[in-house]
């Protein structure tokens, strides 16, 4: 028998049954999760433990270290080290004005 993963077909592993004790909103965002995904319960919480052995942490919204990352780049722009607002020297008003001049338009 053979599964269907991310990337392709695999032959399906040994399946040990094990039961857990969960809270009843997690029992509603795992259903959700799985209904949303297409897949059985037991497949979203096979997928959470993968992610959780490789460290992966998986969605970046709810990755520490990714938010640090994309603070850390704001603050760096914010500071002037970089990105679009540290070398755009126009203003939207001028390129506006010289788009309608070049095509015989009207800027007011």
């Not at 949303?36 to 997928?47: I, K, L, M, T, Y």
């Not at 603070?71 to 914010?78: K, N, S, W």
């Amino acid at each position: 028998m053979y599964i269907d993963r991310a990337g392709g077909l695999e032959p399906m592993a040994k399946m040990v049954r094990k039961q857990i004790y969960m809270e009843m909103r997690h029992e509603r965002q795992l259903r959700r999760i799985a209904e949303r995904r297409g897949v059985s319960q037991a497949e979203v919480v096979r997928d959470a433990i993968e992610r959780e052995a490789i460290g992966s942490g998986g969605d970046p919204r709810t990755d520490p270290a990714a938010w640090q990352e994309a603070l850390a780049t704001i603050r760096r722009i914010h500071r002037g080290g970089g990105g679009p607002a540290a070398v755009r020297r126009w203003k939207r008003a001028e390129l506006y004005e010289d788009r309608l001049t070049k095509r015989g338009g009207r800027a007011d």
